[in-house]
């Protein structure tokens, strides 16, 4: 199966979704699933996991319930509060949805030290007794705390969103390329390859943008470790859906095909056990 391993559903409320300003009016509105499976079906997508986009436990059920009345939806990544001291009560409930994967919370707006909280590290370990995977969301100076972080966690399954959102648009790598390639050291992370032309200049990025960033992904996680996704809908501020897509598709040509296999659907069937 083709995968799209990483995208999002919500009913826009412009408290909740208060981090989609205005200059992001492209995507303030609803996105559900009559609207992603046509472009599923056009590009010879079989299924997709959508990811949580608001940090509550009704927004696992908003998605489970997506889930369970369009079969396209392959899998499910929710939100749990990590950190309760009755977490394992929650998660076994959970197990009861086979359509549940995995959790994610949006580390990239917590502050400094939060992957450091030993409440939110039980909680992660926690995680893997239950067979649940975990979404990796930081920013690139994150990743020093994300690699200490990880090292403290080494039966969890984990993937990186988005390569770590690296500074494609100010061309940085180099500080990137270190901390990433620690993380790709863990046997236990694998790395999406999604959320990439956002990185990027919005209106004029170019496709040798990302390549340096590709390159070292690839180097770091080989295609055994490579998942695509297309962040749909948030790539709309920056790219279609085609676009995306065909940055991707491009990009691994000069691959085998086992190995685009692997990267555009197997790797993620394998992770979140689909």
């Known amino acids: 199966m083709r995968i799209d391993a990483h995208q999002h559903f919500w009913k826009y409320n412009p408290v909740r979704d208060a981090w989609i300003t205005e200059e992001m009016s492209v995507i303030q509105k609803d996105f559900l699933p009559d609207d992603l499976q046509p472009i599923l079906l056009k590009n010879n997508i079989e299924g997709c996991v959508a990811i949580q986009a608001a940090q509550s436990e009704e927004e696992t059920e908003f998605l489970l319930g997506l889930a369970y009345q369009n079969p396209f939806i392959k899998g499910v990544v929710g939100w749990v509060n990590l ?6 009560e929650h ?30 590290i039980r909680g992660i370990n926690e995680l893997s007794n239950h067979h649940f995977t975990y979404d990796i969301l930081v920013y690139p100076h994150q990743l020093h705390e994300t690699i200490e972080f990880i090292a403290q966690c080494p039966n969890q399954k984990f993937v990186i969103d988005h390569l770590a959102k690296p500074y494609i648009k100010a061309g ?15 046997e236990n992370v694998s790395c999406k390859i999604s959320g990439m032309v956002t990185e990027a ?20 996680f080989g295609p055994n470790r490579l998942i695509y996704g297309s962040d749909w809908p948030v790539c709309l501020l920056a790219a279609s859906y085609e676009q995306q897509l065909n940055l991707i598709e491009n990009y691994i040509a000069k691959l085998s095909d086992s190995e685009k296999t692997l990267i555009m659907g197997e790797n993620a069937n394998h992770f979140y056990n689909l």
């Open 172 to 186: 940085k790598i180099e500080d990137w390329k270190r901390a990433i390639s620690l993380c790709a050291s863990f």
């Open 201 to 220: 200049d919005w209106k004029n990025w170019k496709a040798e943008d990302f390549s340096p960033y590709l390159d070292v992904v690839m180097d770091q």
């Open 83 to 88: 950190r309760n001291p009755n977490l394992n």
């Open 91 to 120: 998660l076994s409930w959970f197990s009861q949805f086979k359509v549940l994967k995995g959790f994610r919370h949006i580390v990239q707006g917590e502050p400094v030290g939060f992957l450091s909280d030993k409440n939110f």
